[in-house]
């Protein structure tokens, strides 16, 4: 057997990269779902009696994939973007004050 092979070694750098490429696919799969999210909410918008008849959780799980998806879009400098979310993101705001 080679004495120059550290098993533990070869272990945390397969381990380290294997976690490298979760976490490459995972943030491709965030940009996906928030470009998808975004062009859905653009073709459509928000509709406000759908927004009225959401459960509270839902309306502020819905206000916080909108805020994810504004920080994305500020953090890419795409104020085109930024303007559309954040006025869907005002609806939610507004159903979840009504609903409180």
Request: proline share 0%; hydrophobic share 40%; charged share 40%.
């Amino acid at each position: 057997m080679n004495e120059d092979f550290d098993f533990d070694d070869f272990m945390e750098e397969s381990n380290n990269e294997f976690e490298a490429k979760l976490e490459e696919y995972r943030d491709r799969m965030m940009l996906q779902a928030i470009e998808q999210n975004y062009k859905q909410i653009k073709e459509n918008g928000l509709g406000e009696w759908h927004l009225r008849n959401m459960d509270n959780d839902e309306l502020i799980a819905l206000q916080g994939t909108l805020e994810i998806m504004l920080k994305h879009f500020e953090d890419e400098e795409d104020f085109e973007k930024c303007i559309v979310v954040k006025k869907e993101m005002d609806k939610v705001i507004d159903a979840v004050k009504i609903d409180i």
